[in-house]
């Protein structure tokens, strides 16, 4: 749950090896001065085969400057993991 700032369009956030038990979800904010409201961010897990199939990864929240990242463990039992995400921001415009 701890937030991570990383100003940039594209990057890596590598999260801590807390324990997650099976079906908890823990939500971070991505501080990021790229971001606009109207903008797509993207993320998925990067890590290796260890976690292949445990994670889902959602963002929701896109505001100017900030998105929310949510982890989902739905591995079926507790994990220990340093995940490793990949995530880009995409501009984008409503119309």
Request: aromatic fraction near 4%; charged fraction near 10%; glycine fraction near 8%.
């Amino acid at each position: 749950g701890t937030a991570v700032t990383l100003n940039k369009i594209s990057g890596e956030i590598v999260m801590d090896d807390a324990a997650l038990a099976d079906d908890a979800t823990a939500v971070f904010t991505l501080t990021n001065s790229t971001i606009a409201a109207t903008d797509v961010v993207i993320v998925n897990v990067a890590s290796g085969v260890a976690v292949a199939g445990s994670y889902q990864v959602t963002v929701g929240a896109v505001a100017a400057g900030s998105c929310s990242i949510s982890v989902l463990n739905v591995s079926g039992g507790s994990r220990t993991d340093t995940i490793k995400l990949n995530f880009a921001v995409i501009t984008a415009v409503k119309t």
